[in-house]
């Protein structure tokens, strides 16, 4: 039997190229990590009990005990350039086992906060993550503008504020197609941005194999599977989170798909156009219950994984309940033949979807749609290439900085 | 002593201002804290008055800055364990730029139990005078005083324990000519050493060192052995202690049993046995094993036939008994001792292992706990030492399939140890138990020895070889070819009947998941079950782990807050078997302290005088 080869404990060769590298540390990292959310990652003793109770947790990917110990010793450029918070999906075994109450699920969702915050350009993520005033104001702000915008829109066009449809309509459904591409667009290049930026601190980072052009066309397939089924989500023991997770994604994608290409039927009315209302009232059913089941979850604090939360996860989830509840209010008042208070209520529809859309997809929470599938590419890219050239990856261990 | 402002010699004296704060961390304490802080905020230039949570980190700038707003000149630190704070607030003076020293410590731990408010009060005053120094160790006892020393002193001891901390208690207080109750829950004295195989560090046999004393136990004429026996209540105070013990019925004479064996032959009922922690059977007619004191059989009235259908089904053993000396129908009794002291060694049990249910333990039969593994690896064991897997047995009466040791069942080919099962965890207990790694690494040496082809795998987090001899002792392991895996392991699972333990190595920083034939668990030591109605009924106190309290963790760590009453072995605390042993011993030289001491004031003699006196002069 070949697996009953005893397990040689002293890999030295390993271990000597470990200690040529010299890494910066950041002495205050593990301060800084608390504004994201990190709670008591200095309890950890390093038992590593929850790296082998993760079911996501396989070589060469093996977490969370490894980026505990990188916190703790404020190993920022390791982290930085590290895909094991992405690759983590927070069931909270670990938490839940952890003998020394050191909370290392939170960790990890902290640290997916902090890396948002490091591969964002701007600066604007660290600013939003770090302070929960500036988040707010940055929401109002946005959406006060926002209302403003389109009033004075809706009146300069000639718009008629007790029209919705037809001649004079108050907010043509065109427009506001023009308005979605160009919102979409802009927020999409942000993300991409940094999206580059994330495969330049990952895929780039010194000490990471060369990974050929092959590679990349090779696995690219894994970039659709996992966005749209989060196949990696499903390994958690428990399947509830994925489940409505899914649900709440998918509900989301049908309602995009809707308003960036069917904008004109769904807006149209009084009639029920049920062939894009159908779909319509499927993905607002499901935004609605999804978000409150969330909401829920994390009043009553009923997992591992909804024991903290964030102010940003607090704020993601109230802008989500606002947009659908409101968007589900102004299509009722329309049919109802409540031309005026449809409009008005679209206007509010509009200062809860910019503010929502403009700072959690580049900046903050939202931003993960990329950054999830992207890890799981990137980390297979990795490890295919450090499986091709195991000579490359020693040679790519020279001294780093 | 003078405040130091007045020696410094400045025009005038500061005003002093000083901060109390008493620290609350007494669970079920005497003291009422609020009448205490109530009391404080009266006394004299004490400015602030605050109760902390003991268990909260402290911030010293917060603390700074209330030392700033309030003008503090000085801290006084109150509570049980004070000093767990000084550093805090040290800082947090030199922050508000006072003098870091100005702080003084009334503790309250050496009378945790018997300590009232009224008397907590005396200590924040004591250590809220001026004249206290900085940094007073204010109510800390002066040195002996917990000794109470009656004027009289009932000669004759109970010894609450039959483990290797009674022995060696009773043997020491036995051997001076005093009179000793030994009594012992179970039906032999030996207690959990008896069952071990090898010690640790030496590699001695534990029952080369533990049956000698035993022996010695059994005879020595001055010692009264009560097995089967608990105690029931304890009246009385030092010197005269009135202690009612209830001696269930061993239903066999011990005077007439010649321990040949005959009625365990023709008993029909076969149990698990409580000695070999399950892994053996035994009949309801038994003695714990070859070796037990006293070297007689019982009868486990739980199993028996005829106990168990008031007389009317078998009484086999009765009528085999040659020696007539199986009195089915005897009673349990009740025993009223008087007692000078008491000595408390009432042990340990091992954590559960089927708590933690990741590792399996009682659905796979090879993961085994530590004292089953001691069993089997002893000599006296189901195997007669030799280290085998559990088979699969047809019960030919129950027709049901078992998992039993056999000797001659198959050597396991690679073993795994986890350390620290159900210890430093906060889901479990919270403390080390102090003897795992060894004990963990006594056993890779064994099964090394043993069965040398087979690999064994440590999974620890720290190695705690603190002791004399212990770091030796890893290095010797280490060497003899055990993997030693820096992780603690955290599953394992059985896939095609072959067990796989998954594990992270933390230093080679990847997952492993070995297929191993047998794992042993490491599990902790907790406060035997029943420790908490022993403690109150001898009126002492427990710690928040359960173990019974100390008078002074440094100075007086054998005395109870109950004169007359001490502790020996693990039930204070885990420990190993010297450490035991050694403060059994102390344990016994209180207890003579005691005896000598009230029979010297009973009867002083000229001739003690003079003596005194000559030594005086010299």
Request: net charge neutral; proline share 5%.
């Amino acid at each position: 039997m070949n697996s009953r080869r005893a397990y040689s404990l002293a890999p030295k060769k390993a271990r000597e190229k470990e200690t040529k590298m010299a890494v910066r540390i950041n002495p205050n990292l593990i301060d800084d990590l608390e504004h994201y959310g990190a709670q008591d990652v200095s309890k950890c003793y390093q038992c590593g009990n929850c790296s082998a109770a993760c079911p996501h947790s396989e070589n060469p990917y093996v977490f969370p005990r490894k980026s505990m110990h990188q916190l703790q010793t404020g190993q920022e450029k390791p982290l930085r350039s590290s895909l094991d918070p992405w690759l983590c999906y927070y069931c909270g075994d670990c938490s839940t086992q952890c003998p020394r109450g050191a909370e290392p699920g939170e960790t990890m969702m902290a640290l997916r906060r902090w890396l948002t915050s490091q591969y964002d350009f701007t600066g604007l993520s660290r600013l939003l993550y770090r302070s929960w005033a500036a988040e707010l104001t940055a929401i109002l702000i946005v959406a006060l503008l926002t209302g403003a915008g389109f009033l004075a829109f809706g009146f300069m066009h000639g718009g008629n504020i007790a029209v919705y449809d037809g001649e004079n309509a108050f907010l043509p459904a065109h427009y506001i197609h023009i308005f979605d591409w160009t919102m979409g667009t802009t927020l999409g290049l942000l993300l991409f941005i940094n999206a580059v930026r994330m495969w330049r601190f990952t895929v780039l980072s010194e000490g990471a194999p060369q990974v050929g052009l092959s590679l990349y066309l090779r696995y690219l397939v894994l970039l659709p599977v996992h966005f749209f089924t989060q196949e990696r989500f499903r390994k958690c023991e428990n399947k509830k989170p994925w489940a409505l997770h899914l649900w709440l994604m998918l509900s989301y994608l049908t309602m995009l798909i809707l308003i960036m290409f069917f904008l004109k039927y769904v807006q149209a009315g009084p009639e029920i156009n049920w062939f894009a209302h159908g779909f319509g009232y499927l993905s607002a059913f499901g935004l609605v219950v999804a978000s409150i089941l969330h909401l829920r979850g994390r009043i009553q604090k009923d997992a591992a994984y909804h024991r903290h939360s964030h102010e940003s996860d607090w704020m993601f989830l109230a802008l989500l309940i606002f947009v659908s509840v409101t968007g589900v209010v102004q299509h009722i008042l329309h049919r109802a033949g409540m031309p005026m208070a449809a409009n008005i209520t679209y206007v509010v529809h509009l200062m809860g979807v910019v503010p929502m859309l403009g700072l959690e997809v580049p900046f903050s929470k939202w931003s993960h749609l990329a950054y999830r599938p992207l890890a799981v590419y990137f980390a297979q890219l990795l490890a295919a290439a450090r499986a091709e050239h195991p000579a490359a990856v020693a040679q790519a261990a020279a001294p780093a900085d | 002593m003078s405040k130091p402002e007045s020696t410094e010699g400045s025009m005038q004296p500061a005003a002093e201002r000083i901060g109390v704060y008493l620290l609350s961390d007494i669970e079920d304490s005497t003291v009422d804290l609020r009448a205490v802080a109530q009391f404080a905020s009266g006394l004299k230039s004490v400015a602030v008055v605050r109760t902390l949570e003991f268990l909260r980190r402290l911030n010293p700038e917060e603390l700074a800055r209330e030392i700033t707003r309030e003008k503090l000149t000085s801290v006084v630190l109150a509570g049980e364990r004070p000093g767990r704070h000084k550093g805090a607030f040290t800082r947090a003076l030199a922050l508000a730029g006072g003098d870091g020293e100005k702080i003084r410590l009334a503790s309250f731990a050496e009378r945790s139990s018997g300590l009232t408010t009224e008397g907590a009060k005396q200590i924040v005053a004591g250590a809220c005078a001026p004249e206290a120094g900085a940094a007073s160790v204010a109510a800390y006892p002066a040195a002996g005083a917990s000794k109470f020393q009656p004027s009289t002193c009932n000669p004759a001891t109970l010894v609450i324990g039959g483990g290797v901390a009674g022995i060696q208690a009773s043997l020491e207080i036995a051997e001076s000519g005093n009179k000793v109750y030994l009594v012992e829950r179970t039906g032999t004295i030996g207690g959990r050493m008896a069952m071990f195989d090898k010690t640790f560090p030496t590699l001695d046999c534990a029952a080369c060192i533990l049956t000698p004393k035993m022996v010695a136990v059994g005879q020595n004429k001055n010692i009264e052995i009560l097995v089967l026996s608990e105690v029931q209540q304890v009246t009385g105070q030092a010197g005269a202690f009135k202690v009612k013990v209830l001696k269930h019925a061993t239903r066999v004479d011990a005077s007439a049993c010649v321990a040949c064996g005959d009625c365990a032959r023709f008993c029909p009922t076969t149990t698990s046995s409580d000695f070999d922690m399950g892994i053996a059977t035994r009949k309801s007619i038994f003695m714990p094993f070859p070796q037990a004191v006293p070297n007689t059989y019982m009868i486990d009235a739980l199993h028996c036939q005829w106990v168990q259908s008031e007389g009317k089904k078998c009484g086999a053993c009765a009528k085999k008994c040659a020696k007539n000396a199986i009195h089915l129908d005897a009673q349990d009794e009740i025993v009223e001792l008087e007692v000078g002291n008491i000595i408390v060694a009432t042990g340990y049990e091992t954590f559960d292992a089927g708590r933690i249910e990741r590792y399996g333990y009682g659905r796979h039969p090879n993961v085994l706990s530590s004292l089953e593994f001691e069993r089997l690896t002893n000599a006296s064991g189901p195997t007669g030492g030799k280290i085998v897997m559990k088979t699969k047995r047809l019960n030919k009466k129950s027709k049901q399939e078992e998992w039993v040791f056999e000797p001659d069942g198959p050597k396991p080919r690679s073993v795994a140890i986890v350390h620290c099962v159900g210890s430093r965890d906060q889901n479990h207990n919270s403390y080390c138990s102090r003897v795992c790694c060894m004990y963990s690494l006594k056993f890779a040496h064994l099964v090394r020895e043993k069965c040398p082809e087979a690999t064994c795998y440590e999974y620890y987090i720290d190695m705690r070889a603190y002791g004399k001899g212990y770091e030796e002792f890893f290095e010797r392991v280490h060497e003899e070819g055990v993997h030693i895996v820096q992780g603690r392991s955290a599953m394992v699972e059985e896939r095609d009947s072959q067990l796989y333990i998954k594990g992270e190595d933390i230093a080679n920083n990847r997952l492993i998941e070995l297929p191993v034939d047998m794992v042993l668990l490491s599990v902790g030591l907790q406060p035997s079950p029943g420790s908490g109605e022993l403690a109150a009924k001898l009126d002492i106190s427990r710690d928040k782990d359960g173990w019974f309290r100390e008078l002074d963790y440094n100075a007086e760590p054998n005395c109870t807050a109950r004169p007359g009453i001490f502790v020996a072995g693990v039930c204070q605390g885990p420990k190993d078997i010297p450490d035991t042993v050694a403060q059994a011993s102390a344990a016994a030289s209180y207890v003579l302290s005691s005896i000598v001491a009230a029979n010297s004031l009973k009867e002083p003699s000229e001739g003690d005088e003079l003596e005194t006196g000559v030594l005086a002069r010299s």
